[in-house]
């Protein structure tokens, strides 16, 4: 452990961050079979909030994967233990779910380790994955559509009976028609925590409509600017007509 730990490059960090970085490198090498070690998250990129964590990829060859979440020198850290087989196919399903966690953090954080080729193999194959747009159909699009369609339409529905779970129907409509806006517009679906920042990028006046939207507790106010934002997002307010193309299945009639 002590050569690896010698054979380690250090990010530039405040020194609370920095003892923290040391010490969950030499908790991961006394415990796995290391073949890279890629630090990411906003502490690593310089603007961390108060209770953000390390998070840090190891690239190990053993057949098994584990994530561990620990403290080192009081700050949290999330760590993501894989071998480069089970990385690869997390490229290939974050990249259908939209959210590409996995490529990101390889391709943009810090090399702290490298002790095998195969670190610069993944995040070469990490940044073709960014770099790729994601791919829909209109059958694809016309369904997000639907189901964000469907998850408003049930806030409304119960508003004047249930306006608590009005509210938090409305909530969560309101956060997927925004991603089905970036689903619209050919790009990824950022962080949760980043979403309406990006979307002011994407469509100003739309993130202000939602800013207010959950600015306010007052129902019906948020029941007028859900429906403005549906419009400029979805284009619908509830139900709407569509169908399948139609598709083989098996166990029909014999032949």
């Known amino acids: 452990m002590t050569n690896l730990l010698a054979q380690c490059t250090w990010p530039d960090l405040p020194p609370k961050y920095d003892r923290a970085l040391r010490q969950a490198v030499a908790f991961i090498l006394g415990h796995f079979n290391v073949s890279g070690i890629v630090a990411s998250g906003t502490i690593i990129r310089g603007n961390p ?3 953000s964590d390390l998070d840090l990829y190891v690239i190990q060859q053993e057949p098994f994967r ?3 979440q620990r403290f080192f020198n009081g700050i949290p850290a999330e760590i993501f233990v894989n071998p480069p087989a089970a990385i690869e196919s997390y490229f290939k399903e974050e990249y259908a779910s939209r959210r590409p966690l996995t490529a990101h953090m390889l391709a943009t954080g810090f090399v702290v380790l490298q002790v095998d080729p195969i670190v610069n193999t993944l995040r070469d194959q990490a940044a073709q994955w960014l770099a790729k747009a994601p791919e829909d159909t209109p059958e694809s699009m016309t369904m997000a559509r639907y189901m964000v369609a469907t998850l408003y339409e049930d806030a409304l529905d119960v508003v004047e009976r249930d306006p608590v779970t009005a509210q938090m129907l409305l909530s969560r409509a309101v956060m997927e028609m925004l991603q089905f806006g970036f689903t619209q517009a050919g790009r990824f679906w950022p962080r949760h925590k980043e979403l309406l920042a990006a979307y002011g990028q994407l469509d100003a006046e739309t993130a202000g409509l939602a800013t207010r939207f ?17 419009e400029r997002t979805i284009g619908v307010s509830g139900f709407f007509e569509w169908e399948t193309f139609p598709e083989k299945v098996a166990g029909g ?3």
């Open 253 to 255: 009639a014999a032949e």
């Open 66 to 68: 584990q994530r561990v």
């Open 49 to 51: 909030d108060p209770t």
């Open 214 to 230: 959950f600015e306010t507790a007052a129902l019906d106010t948020r029941v007028r600017l859900a429906e403005q934002i549906a």
